[in-house]
T-cell receptor, first 111, second 109 residues
């Protein structure tokens, strides 16, 4: 039982490049989330999903897209990376709106 | 949306002493208040949570209190140990979680 996993752990992008972050969970959770963490700002919600095939915007969605084609996976895409997207990205999942469990994070640097 | 403020931003305590972190929230409809602990380079981990129908919850050395009237809640850590050193985040939600900015707790030996 791996819980929540994220791929990759680290990535360096040049401005304008694209990439996809993968989140996977094996707890059969309906709800999944993508957050970004910046120094002194806590965790901010980017997008979330309340079930397979659904997605919704969070607090800071601009510049990101998501997809939830399978219940266990939640993908976060950056179509044209900008230096402002340098951050640590965390995925989380939960059975309902409570008790979110986080993945190990992806450290992204955009130069 | 919900706005969560967390104080202090840093806290240094002597080993064995107590630590208290306070958070305020803006949306009176919020009904779920978790606390997360994040060690350096690691993922946030849920350590305790409380729902709006409860005023206090305790788990060994940690406790959380909630004052719905004043819209604030607090984390209390007693008999602090070096392994309690970490960043602690509070959050509040009706549905989506809104996080505070975090408190860096350092326990001095």
């Amino acid at each position: 039982n791996a819980g929540v996993t994220q791929t990759p752990k680290f990535r360096v992008l040049k401005t304008g490049q694209s990439m996809t972050l993968l989140c996977a969970q094996d707890m059969n959770h309906e709800y999944m989330y993508w957050y970004r963490q910046d120094p002194g700002m806590g965790l901010r919600l980017i997008h979330y999903s309340v079930g397979e095939g659904t997605t919704a915007k969070g607090e800071v969605p601009d510049g990101y897209n998501v997809s939830r084609l399978k219940k266990q996976n939640f993908l976060l895409g950056l179509e044209s990376a900008a230096p402002s997207q340098t951050s640590v990205y965390f995925c989380a999942s939960s059975r309902d709106w409570f008790e979110q469990y986080f993945g190990p994070g992806t450290r992204l640097t955009v130069t | 949306g919900e706005n969560v403020e967390q104080h202090p931003s840093t806290l240094s305590v002597q080993e064995g002493d107590s630590a208290v972190i306070k958070c305020t929230y803006s949306d009176s409809a919020s009904n779920y208040f978790p606390w997360y602990k994040q060690e350096l380079g690691k993922r946030p981990q849920l350590i305790i949570d409380i729902r709006s129908n409860v005023g206090e919850k305790k788990d060994q050395r940690i406790a959380v209190t909630l004052n719905k009237t004043a819209k604030h809640f607090s984390l209390h850590i007693t008999e602090t140990q070096p392994e309690d050193s970490a960043v602690y985040f509070c959050a509040a939600s009706l549905y989506k979680l809104s996080f505070g900015a975090g408190t860096t707790v350092t326990v001095r030996a």
